[in-house]
């Protein structure tokens, strides 16, 4: 059998697809490392619909995540995380950004090893600082210091997004280029043909 060379990104990103079947694409890690803005950008690319876990549980409770964290704190608003993604889980294939504390919760990293392929947004702590000083509405960092809550967050969740199936760093870049490592680590995970190598095994 000879070696092909690799097909355009439309072909390596069918064949992708066809891997994945009925499985979501689920971006974890720290607030302000771009799931939302890079899972939109892969989602877009690979025609596959987008789901924000928080959005979700926004809609269903009708209450913005603040105040979700206000009311009923941070081990209720888990507990209804949990629910949410686990409904959510259950129609892929698509992609799923989610918050950056529902990895942690184990049955919630069962559920997405059961569901989906997990992809870990890694970012250095200035990047984070520099994204997510610009949102007020981070119930986490209602704090004097929040570079320091940001440390002690990477120190508790580091070890754990660690576990997910893919790293992929991210950094101060076009969305576009980060998107297209993700698909890039995606096509390898699943063993599509990177287009680097220029060779597909038939």
Known sequence: MNAHPAGPPEERHAALLDRLGGRSI??????????????????TVLSLPFVDSDHEIESVSRMTIPDLFERYGETEFRALEQRVILRVLENGPQILSTGGGAFMNAQTREAIAGHGVSVWLKAELDLLMDRVAKKQ???????????????????????????????????????EVIAAEVLEALCGHFGVAAAATGEVQS
């Open 137 to 175: 509405n981070r119930p986490l960092l209602k704090n004097p210091d929040p570079r320091a809550v940001l440390e002690r967050l990477m120190g508790e969740r580091y070890p754990v997004y660690a576990t997910a199936d893919l790293t992929v760093p991210t950094r101060d870049e076009r969305k």
């Open 26 to 43: 689920v971006f974890v890690g720290l607030m302000g490392a771009g799931k939302t803005a890079i899972g939109r950008k892969v989602a």
